[in-house]
């Protein structure tokens, strides 16, 4: 499968500067899932500036 960082880097919403996995999404739910934690796509602006990428903070942020 040819990935499509360039296309998914239009959509990537993750501030966080130094990861090697930005746009390469494949990889970014893996490594998340890994660490039971969630990829900061999912999370809206503010939560995922904090970079708590927590499955429990995911619950707790749309839980409001």
Not at 44 to 59: L, Q
Request: charged share 30%.
């Amino acid at each position: 499968m040819e990935c499509k960082k360039e296309k998914n880097m239009t959509h990537c919403s993750c501030t966080y500067e130094p990861c090697g996995r930005k746009g390469i999404c494949c990889e970014c739910v893996q490594y998340h899932l890994k660490n039971r934690e969630l990829p900061g796509c999912f999370f809206p602006a503010n939560a995922e500036k904090t970079y708590n990428r927590s499955i429990e903070y995911f619950v707790k942020t749309y839980k409001k």
